[in-house]
């Protein structure tokens, strides 16, 4: 027992024993630098060196964009960044959606066809015919190879902040003719307006201010123009003999925009056809405007 107790405390003393370490010079043996140790200094130094090492690597792996150099090493905030992109391309694909069908209904609208709610997954399951079924004319030919050169006139979609809340009361119509009213509005039958007659040479004016959205000639309806006006309002104006307009141009209320005519296989004589569209829906054109 004796023996082991001075073993240990000669052990520990050892700790506290004092050293000096001593940097000379080998050719002169001048002495440049000296330190005083103990070698629990030493066991003290390189630990916390070693904790010191042991907790920057840590760091650097664990908060650091060097953490993705390393083999395996997972980054947590993948599948949050891949959820918000797929909830963007959903939220991209369904506005994209909404924009066609707004577009579709437009060229349904000139065209004289039904409205659609939705836009089916194959355009050959409609019930309405196609226009490659009729036979062509001329100015058919003309038209198809002029819009296949420069394209359909985008329209861009009126943002619902602009007409969330609005009322089709607070606009002022002009009148786009002065005339006689023949045949009313009938949507029950395929009707979405009303027919006017008047003088020939008649000049049709623009019933609020607007952008031309389409200005050309189809095989029913002549020489047609459709007007996109604020609030998601849209005019048409059908069996025009002369246009006035391009697409694209911006008029103002009462500008003059066509003349009467008797065009398009639909028309039974001279008289305007003309249509008042609401937020997609067909509304009467008597209910606010005197003609």
């Known amino acids: ?12 003393n050892k700790l506290h024993d004092k050293y000096r370490l001593v940097l000379m010079n080998d050719d002169t043996f001048e002495e440049k630098l000296s330190f005083r140790l103990t070698r629990f200094n030493v066991f003290i130094f390189f630990g916390a060196l070693s904790i010191f090492l042991v907790v920057a690597t840590t760091y650097l792996i664990a908060f650091t964009p060097l953490r993705e150099y390393i083999p ?4 947590f905030n993948t599948r949050k960044v891949l959820r918000e992109l797929t909830l963007r391309a959903d939220s991209l694909e369904t506005n994209l959606r909404q924009k066609d069908l707004y577009i579709m209904n437009i060229r349904n609208i000139v065209e004289g066809r039904e409205i659609l709610d939705y836009i089916p997954d194959s355009l050959a399951s409609l019930t309405s015919y196609e226009i490659d079924e009729l036979p062509r004319s001329r100015e058919d030919s003309i038209l198809r190879a002029e819009m296949e050169s420069i394209g359909g006139y985008a329209v861009s979609m009126v943002s619902t902040d602009i007409y969330a809340g609005n009322n089709i009361n607070q606009f002022f119509f002009f009148p786009p003719i002065k005339g006689i009213i023949t045949n009313h509005f009938d949507p029950v039958h395929g009707h979405y307006g009303v027919d006017l007659v008047a003088d020939p040479n008649e000049a049709i004016k623009s019933t609020l201010d607007g952008t031309v959205i389409f200005a050309g000639w189809t095989l029913e309806t002549g020489y047609t123009i459709s ?64 003609f």
């Open 72 to 75: 395996g090493y997972g980054d």
């Open 1 to 12: 027992m004796p023996q082991r107790t001075e073993k240990k405390k000669s052990f520990f």
């Open 227 to 290: 007007i996109q006006h604020t609030s998601n309002l849209i005019s048409v104006y059908k069996h025009n003999s002369v246009m006035l307009k391009q697409a694209g141009e911006l008029v103002k209320a009462g500008e003059v925009i066509a003349i009467i005519g008797n065009s398009g296989i639909l028309s039974s004589g001279p008289h305007l056809h003309f249509e008042l569209w609401f937020n997609g829906n067909p509304v009467n054109p008597v209910d606010y405007i005197i």
